[in-house]
């Protein structure tokens, strides 16, 4: 079985900066892509930052030079540093791996349980 498990959100003011990370746990052989994503209230869940195994980022046009996505391979873990944030990013965070389980299985995308942001004005 494989665990993705965030944490690291919370409430923030306007202006602040939060830090989330998220480890990946069980029968691993590899992980490509990892990403973050987000809902908010009444919205649909949208891609906020995404890197692949060799370190390529990709995000979202609201969180550009605000947002930082890295990873270390060695830990499994994917960590989304958020700074400036506003209280447009309040939303449920979302962790998402590509994980291949073993040599004899193609991969699939996992999730995380999600880890709240809420941003005060």
């Known amino acids: 079985q494989v665990q993705l498990v965030e944490s690291g959100g919370g409430l923030m003011q306007a202006g602040g900066s939060l830090s989330l990370s998220c480890a990946a746990s069980?029968?691993?052989?590899?992980?490509?892509?990892m990403a973050w994503h987000r809902q908010a209230p009444g919205k649909q869940r949208e891609l906020v930052a995404s890197?692949?195994?060799?370190?390529?980022?990709n995000y979202a046009d609201s969180v550009k030079g605000r947002f930082t996505i890295s990873r270390d391979n060695a830990k499994n873990t994917v960590y989304l540093q958020m700074n400036n944030l506003k209280p447009e990013d309040t939303a449920v965070y979302y962790c998402?791996?590509?994980?291949?389980?073993?040599?004899?299985?193609?991969?699939?995308?996992?999730w995380g349980q999600g880890t709240h942001v809420t941003v005060s004005s």
């Open positions: 890197i692949t195994s060799g370190g390529s980022t």
């Open positions: 069980g029968t691993i052989l590899t992980i490509n892509a």
């Open positions: 998402n791996a590509d994980i291949r389980r073993t040599y004899y299985t193609t991969s699939r995308a996992y």
